[in-house]
């Protein structure tokens, strides 16, 4: 009788094997298009069955958004584990800032915008996206009005949560724009006047 995998190397062949079929998908998609491109394509090209493939990911949307679990933690984390003395806004500025690095990368943005005109060739994919936001809003406005001891449904922390994710796509210079907006966020939410509802 085989003897079973320890319990680490399971988890992370599991998590090796849903990385090579969402870098494969994209590549995929990137290449020929979201709508052009099976799910048996991509199983096939990851060297995986159909099976598996829906075992990791959902949908075929999803596997284009591989991470969308760990960026609504993350959110949530970006308020609760802030330092002692940051406010909610600085915090969250800074972990978008962070996002918005690592999403340039080193070749200026190029495969972010191929990327983003990817998701906007495919009306799934939209509302996939949409989606997946909707749920970070509301995990994120409940995690503000916990912070600030407010009810759970304060509509001060669902605005700010809406602004705050907004800020992401401002028009223009997104960089600029993002900045920008995060300044008039910080001035309408001083760290110890928090808006009740």
Known sequence: MPT????GRRERKKAQTRARIA???L???LERGFAEVTTAEVAEAADVSVTTLFNHFPSKEALVVDEDAEREAALVAAVHDREPGTS???ALHRYFSGVREALLGDDGGARFREFRRLVRSSPSLVEHM???W??????????????AGAPADDPAARALAHLVLAARSVPGD???GFD???ALLRAAWPPDDWPTG
């Open 88 to 90: 909610v806004v600085d």
């Open 4 to 7: 079973p995998e320890p319990a």
């Open 23 to 25: 870098e494969t998908a």
């Open 134 to 147: 909707a749920r970070h809003e509301t995990s994120l406005a409940a995690a503000i009005a916990e912070d």
């Open 180 to 182: 920008a907006a995060f």
């Open 130 to 132: 949409d989606r997946m």
């Open 174 to 176: 997104p960089g600029a």
């Open 27 to 29: 590549e995929l998609f």
